[in-house]
């Protein structure tokens, strides 16, 4: 089945879109009138507000978001009104991020015990078990979710997509962030589903198929938020569960893997680790490096690359324009950053006279060389999770040349990300987040509304899963060892 923009993103209206039960809340109508006029304002600051979307259809929008999030009473209705509205914006780093609610609205809204009871991805439109936590026989590695209380597992897909944040046209990290591969502590699948398909008193009815092709419906209980973390695949990245990137040395490859590359709160020396391992490369036949987790973060990347070549490299590069001088006084309120300079970013900018200010050329794309020179080659594992620092990682490998990558489309987009600094704006009627980032990457040539596409395309199949067959790494492995 193939899902077009269109087919994932109309989902039928507002009532379409709403939670089977509501959380009373306590913020007037007139209260909740000011939390969209601060959306309004603030989103005056976004620099990519206009990427995707002209300044009517932002006004349409803006004036459907009053209608519908200050009618609703229920703080679960106001989260899936607001995150609907900013995944039209149609950027990756724009949304209710559930890292930064509150603790009371995040036990509010993600501790629910509405979890389903496996592991699962997306292969061509169609659920498929990764993993079975239910502690039934009846959903083996590679089964296909047919039906979810009666819901066919697409119709959900289409459902659920509507609430996914990815850059234009990129509709394969919006599939994906609506998979549960359990890598997260927070995964954007179980928050949505949770609020609008829950189980029913506490049980989901689940149709399936298995890969013996034996049908059937089994009736399964949910997990509780607890459950599902004891099941997850990476640890978090807190600053004291270091090191959480894994090297391993496969009849001599060696198999980096790296689920993240956030380290803003970290005290780990990651990069003193990464220089230890390369260094004992001495040896070995190449480097695999696994990003297929890894939505961003630091541009740690650059280190590896930085290893592999006897020159400075320049990069392209993206012109990196802002919208404002200054944050408007009366906003800075409900503008948290880690960063006070943010709120002056453009006081020295060019002004372009466009309602754009231009800071330059992104510094990051000159990566100075460090000896000694790894003369190895080098794999990369890309898929389209990888759309911030690893988007910008594969497409410099692409343009480079010096990293082959295998996998799938990555998330981000050549026609520009935006990011590099977040305001966390904090709506007072509410008590809800969302990030806005401060800083537009705009190419300087035309570039396709999509992500980066791999050297070697290898897309997993549900037979790959029943198998517990990773095509993606033997083909990296395969390379290599030619």
């Not at 039960?21 to 006029?37: F, K």
């Not at 209608?67 to 899936?80: I, T, V």
């Not at 990137?245 to 590359?261: K, Q």
């Not at 466009?354 to 790894?374: H, V, Y």
Request: net charge positive.
């Amino acid at each position: 089945m193939t899902l077009t923009r269109r087919s994932l993103l109309a989902v039928g209206g507002a009532a379409a879109l709403l939670p089977h039960r509501s959380l009373r809340a306590a913020a007037s109508t007139g209260e909740l009138r000011q939390d969209v006029d601060i959306v309004r304002r603030v989103l005056a600051l976004h620099p990519g507000v206009y990427r995707y979307q002209s300044p009517k259809m932002l006004e349409r929008r803006l004036r459907l978001l009053e209608r519908d999030y200050a009618r609703e009473s229920g703080l679960d209705h106001q989260f899936l009104i607001l995150s609907k509205f900013l995944a039209e914006i149609r950027c990756g780093h724009t949304h209710c991020n559930p890292y930064n609610q509150k603790r009371a609205v995040a036990a509010a809204l993600f501790e629910r015990n509405t979890r389903l009871p496996f592991e699962f991805d997306w292969i061509d439109g169609r659920m498929v078990v990764l993993a079975n936590r239910s502690g039934q026989a009846a959903l083996p590695r590679g089964t296909e979710i047919v039906s979810i209380n009666g819901e066919r597992a697409s119709d959900l897909l289409r459902r659920l997509v509507a609430f996914s944040r990815a850059d234009g046209g990129n509709d394969g990290k919006r599939i994906q962030q609506m998979a549960m591969r359990n890598t997260d502590r927070l995964e954007t699948f179980d928050i949505f589903q949770g609020l609008i398909r829950p189980p029913q008193d506490g049980v989901f009815r689940i149709g399936y198929r298995t890969p013996a092709g034996t049908s059937g419906i089994v009736e399964l209980a949910a997990l509780t938020p607890a459950q599902r973390s004891a099941n997850r695949h990476t640890i978090e990245t807190n600053g004291t569960s270091e090191p959480f990137w894994t090297w391993e040395m496969r009849d001599g490859v060696a198999i980096l893997t790296m689920p993240s590359w956030v380290m803003y709160n970290s005290k780990w020396k990651w990069e003193a680790w990464l220089d230890d391992r390369l260094a004992s490369l001495t040896g070995a036949k190449g480097l695999i490096i696994d990003l297929r987790d890894n939505e961003g973060g630091n541009e740690c990347g650059n280190a590896i690359f930085a290893r592999l070549t006897t020159k400075d490299m320049q990069f392209e590069g993206y012109r990196q324009l802002v919208r404002y001088r200054r944050t408007p006084k009366e906003l800075d309120p409900y503008l948290d950053t880690w960063d006070d300079s943010f709120r002056t970013i453009g006081e020295q900018a060019a002004d372009l006279g466009n309602g754009f200010f231009a800071l330059g050329t992104e510094g990051s794309d000159l990566i100075a060389a460090k000896g000694p020179r790894i003369d190895l080659p080098v794999a990369a594992l890309i898929g389209p999770t990888c759309s911030s620092a690893t988007f910008s990682f594969a497409r410099r490998a692409r343009e480079s040349k010096l990293v082959r990558l295998f996998g799938e489309q990555s998330g981000g987009n050549l026609r520009g990300i935006n990011g590099n600094g977040y305001f966390f704006v904090r709506l007072p009627g509410s008590n809800l987040e969302f990030d806005i980032p401060i800083i537009g990457n705009f190419a300087v040539t035309p570039q396709p509304d999509r992500g980066v596409l791999p050297d070697v395309m290898v897309r997993p199949t549900i037979r790959d899963i029943a198998a517990g067959r990773d095509r993606c790494m033997e083909s990296a492995e395969r390379w290599i060892r030619s």
